[in-house]
């Protein structure tokens, strides 16, 4: 079976400016994609490609193995929903839902005004229209708001319009432009589980767009992150997170940020941070600049100095209830560290002015001076095998 | 705003507004005391604007009787309704193409329109007039509407109303399946009706008004517009009649007062139409 959306070295300039450079992604039939990424790294410019609204300038894209490279958005059978709703103003929530399926399913002479619902089967078709609408509003749950215009909603009920809209075409793929960025945080995360649920009772590929790196993991089955106009890492929430392949990745997702150490590499192969050896085999050569990154969850703090640890300054705990964040410094480095501790540990520890962290092997990803990740990492603590293993997995 | 100013700083400015208002509407009050005053009053020295003795029926009558003023109005209706449609029907697609749609040369052609706005129609009225000389359209109501149809002034003001509304609005209904026509027509117009209605003030003022094209291309009463009808009407009456003259003054700028008051209500409903943005 031929990929739903497929896009082959999509590239784009805005005069002299690179905002998309090689976009290689095919999506599967049914599957849910993500496109993150911090904002102006070019998703919405893509997503804009395949929706046919912005010509690429390379490349080429298919839908069900047909390609659509030159087709209109109006010729691809795809439907929109935009972070600003870009609902209709001076049109009800049912004509807003009614415009579409008029457009498709309605010739030139039937859409026109006041005669044209004599002609032809257009009764018939209206007919099946309006039975159409309210099955999407119903669906959503806004069978109440027909009649009300845009200015008459709340942001919410805007969003659910605006989902029906595209719902009720039913189409080959659905685009979503940051939807959600728009709503207040409670109803953001309500509305994640109501387009994750959409989505799997529609059985449609979507490709969704979100500058929210929580957005993507927690509703996509895959994520590509963007940045700078190209893709770095294109993978399942759990890959991309536990194996990002590029330190950008590895920066942009996760909350707190991963801590990043600079290592400078000994002659025998060992990472080394502000005098102290943290990484026992790093992989790379003497002299080579290289960065450790270590997820909060997995920096481990003790009290006494340990092999292979590092030893901070306590700048603040922080207590959020489910876990607590320990803020430190390390001599030497600019940016602070954060591990992140169960509230119990941080409450044992809060009297330290000074602490140990240190990082479990398998936690410790390493990237060369590009950013790019090195792969098969690993300690004298542990076989030489149990570090490719555990990368591998 | 208004809050804030003090009391007599409001009293001075309400003052200076009134004393404003009084002036511009003077002469509009002095048109219609003119029309109900016999032939014998408006010659009188002194200001009176209630008269002695009453002619308005008069006078009125003399003014739809003398010249065939509901054809004359009619005329204006009709040469001012076409004006104004043709005008949005060929302006809107211009702006919006103007205003959301990339293509080459689409500077140069806004600097043209610009351009556009700075050529009087004077200046134009010979060719203007040879034109339709040799399109024997001198002396049909056509020759007063056509050379008005496009309006450079209508595209410029609508451009700069469409580059407000959203381009995600636009590239919904792209992706609704919209060609660029149905955007216009569908999308576009019913939003830009503040815009629409602002214009359509401007241009049906200036055109009930006009009396140099009319005068140049239409020599026929019964194809008159009010201001030429006018000059028609002092013609037929030796223009000494003013009773009869304001008379018949006061009945061409009736409607035309009206029609400003309801664009005006639809306008300011039009500004407060939101809900564009989320």
């Known amino acids: 079976m031929s990929a739903a959306v497929e896009l082959r070295g999509i590239g784009k300039s805005f005069g002299e400016t690179r905002i998309l450079e090689e976009i290689d992604l095919a999506a599967a039939q049914g599957e849910f994609i993500a496109l993150v990424g911090p904002s102006g790294c070019g998703k919405s410019t893509l997503l804009r490609i395949i929706a046919g609204l912005e010509q690429a300038d390379e490349g080429a894209i298919a839908l069900d193995g047909r390609d659509v490279t030159g087709l209109r958005a109006a010729d691809r059978d795809m439907a929109m929903v935009f972070q600003s709703y870009a609902l209709y103003p001076h049109l009800t929530a049912r004509q807003n839902m009614m415009l579409p399926l008029a457009m498709r399913r309605l010739n030139a002479t039937q859409r026109l005004p006041l005669v044209g619902r004599f002609l032809g089967s257009a009764r018939s078709i209206l007919e099946e229209m309006a039975r159409d609408v309210e099955q999407a509003a119903a669906t959503l749950k806004i069978s109440a708001l027909l009649d009300r215009k845009p200015a008459q909603m709340s942001g919410g009920q805007r969003q659910r319009v605006a989902l029906g809209r595209a719902l009720v075409r039913r189409p080959q793929a659905f685009l979503m432009d940051e939807p959600l960025s728009n709503l207040d945080a409670s109803l953001r995360v309500h509305m994640r589980a109501e387009i994750v649920e959409l989505h799997r009772r529609a059985g449609v590929v979507t490709i969704y767009v979100t500058h929210d790196q929580e957005e993507a993991l927690g509703m996509a089955d895959r994520v590509a992150v963007m940045m700078n106009g190209r893709i770095l890492q294109i993978a399942d929430p759990m890959t991309i997170y536990r194996e990002p392949a590029h330190l950008d990745v590895a920066c942009f997702i996760g909350s707190p940020r991963i801590n990043l150490l600079p290592l400078t590499i000994d002659a025998a192969g060992r990472g080394i941070c502000g005098g102290q050896v943290l990484v026992e085999r790093a992989n790379a050569a003497q002299g080579e600049r290289v960065t450790l990154g270590v997820r909060p969850e997995t920096l481990v703090v003790h009290a006494e100095p340990q092999a292979l640890s590092l030893k901070v300054a306590v700048t603040r705990f922080e207590f959020l209830g489910s876990d607590a964040l320990l803020h430190a410094r390390a001599a030497g480095l600019d940016a602070p560290l954060i591990a992140k501790l169960t509230p119990a540990m941080a409450t044992l520890l809060q009297h330290h002015g000074e602490l140990h962290v240190s990082a479990a092997p398998e936690a410790c990803l390493l990237f060369d001076a590009d950013g790019q990740r090195i792969a098969g990492t690993q300690t004298s603590a542990l076989p030489a095998s149990f570090g490719r293993a555990s990368h591998a997995a | ?278």
């Open chain 2, 1 to 278: 705003m208004i809050g804030r100013l003090s009391p007599p700083a409001r009293a001075a400015r309400l003052a200076l507004l009134l004393l404003l208002a009084g002036i511009v509407t003077f002469p509009f009050l002095f048109m219609i005391s003119t029309s109900l005053k016999p032939q014998s009053e408006v010659f009188a020295s002194g200001l009176a604007l209630v008269p002695q003795h009453w002619s308005a029926a008069e006078n009125f009558a003399k003014a739809v009787t003398r010249i065939p003023m509901a054809r004359i109005l009619m005329n204006g209706v009709i040469v001012c309704a076409s004006i104004v449609v043709f005008q949005i029907v060929f302006a809107l697609p211009a702006a919006y193409a103007l205003a959301k749609l990339r293509f080459r040369g689409r500077e140069i052609v806004l600097a043209l329109v610009i351009l556009g706005l700075l050529v009087p129609i004077h200046a134009i009225s010979i060719p203007l007039y040879a034109a339709a000389r040799s399109l024997n359209l001198l002396n049909t109501l056509s020759v007063l509407v056509a050379p008005f149809t496009l309006s450079v002034f209508a595209i410029f003001l609508f451009r700069q109303f469409i580059k407000s509304i959203p381009d995600d609005l636009i590239l919904a209904a792209r992706s609704d399946g919209l060609s660029e026509n149905a955007i216009v027509w569908r999308i576009i117009l019913p939003n830009a009706w503040p815009a629409a209605s602002a214009f359509a003030i401007f241009s049906v003022v200036a055109h009930w008004n006009d009396l140099y094209w009319p005068l140049i291309s239409i020599s026929k009463t019964e194809l008159a517009t009010p201001p030429l009808g006018l000059l028609f009407f002092r013609a037929a009456e030796a223009g000494d009649d003013y009773g009869a003259l304001m008379a018949a003054t006061v009945v061409i700028t009736l409607p035309l007062i009206l029609f400003f008051l309801a664009a005006q209500r639809l306008f300011i409903e039009g500004m407060t139409m939101t809900g564009l943005k989320g």
